[in-house]
């Protein structure tokens, strides 16, 4: 029986809670993933999803538009929920004044690095989930599955 350690990503690319959205965004740019943990002092204690972006702007102020539309790892599906206007921008102060905290879901399904597989895959299925954290006895991030 394989052990979920032994399969999981161990390179993860997380933010601290600190993190302002301006930073989550082009994280979420740079590296065209779906999820993103979000840890303090390596410790996991949330996970930001593109969905959790899209209930800052809900109902999304016109000028989020057009920068949802430069973003190319937002998944087209998000992407035509948009209709452009390419005259606004988003406002400085919304990407520096909210920060992974606000934003993040706590208490994210999680799988132990010391887990079988098997019971890993089960939780991921129950919960419908493609990808879930890997975390160690402490709770300290330690891969993604």
Known sequence: MYLVKELMKKEVVSVEVST???EILKVFDRFKYHTIPVVDKGKL???IEWED???I????PKYIEEFISRLTSVPKEFREIFTLDLTLEISPEVLNLCIAADIMKINPVVVKEDEGISVAYERMK???LKRVPVVDKDG???GML
């Open 20 to 22: 302002t959205l301006g």
């Open 45 to 47: 204690v949330g996970i």
């Open 53 to 55: 972006i899209f209930q």
């Open 57 to 60: 702007f809900k109902p999304h």
């Open 126 to 128: 129950r919960q419908n």
């Open 140 to 142: 300290n991030l330690v």
